[in-house]
């Protein structure tokens, strides 16, 4: 079975940096667009970043400058490289990603979601 698998988060101070993975295992055909979306308490999930199929990348004006996604398709793995974290960062950050599977269905996942703190 397709899922997708998440991990790099933790507690880090101000100012600090992480990197969140998220890799798709199973039998894939095609690993296509992926984005990086925040859950904090009180408040709606929200995008941070997203990178399409070929490389294309958007980001939430709060994280421009600070954050990078990136991709590896030999490894089905999408990277969010976190800079200069503030506190306004921390919360629950799930992976989404659109995949195609050997019996060429064309699927939505999530991952199981990873937590980020950055407090002093």
């Known amino acids: 079975q397709v899922q997708l698998v998440e991990s790099g988060g933790g507690l880090v101070q101000p100012g600090g940096s992480l990197r969140l993975s998220c890799v798709a295992s199973g039998n894939i055909v095609s690993f296509g667009r992926v984005g990086w979306y925040r859950q904090v308490p009180g408040k709606q999930r929200g995008l941070v970043a997203n990178i399409s199929s070929v490389g294309n990348t958007n980001y939430e004006d709060s994280v421009k400058g600070r954050f990078t996604i990136s991709r590896d398709n030999t490894k089905n793995t999408v990277y969010l490289q976190m800079n200069s974290l503030k506190p306004e960062d921390t919360g629950v950050y799930y992976c989404?990603?659109?995949?195609?599977?050997?019996?060429?269905?064309?699927?939505?996942?999530w991952g199981q979601g990873t937590l980020v703190t950055v407090s002093s």
């Open positions: 989404n990603a659109v995949v195609v599977d050997y019996a060429r269905r064309t699927l939505g996942l």
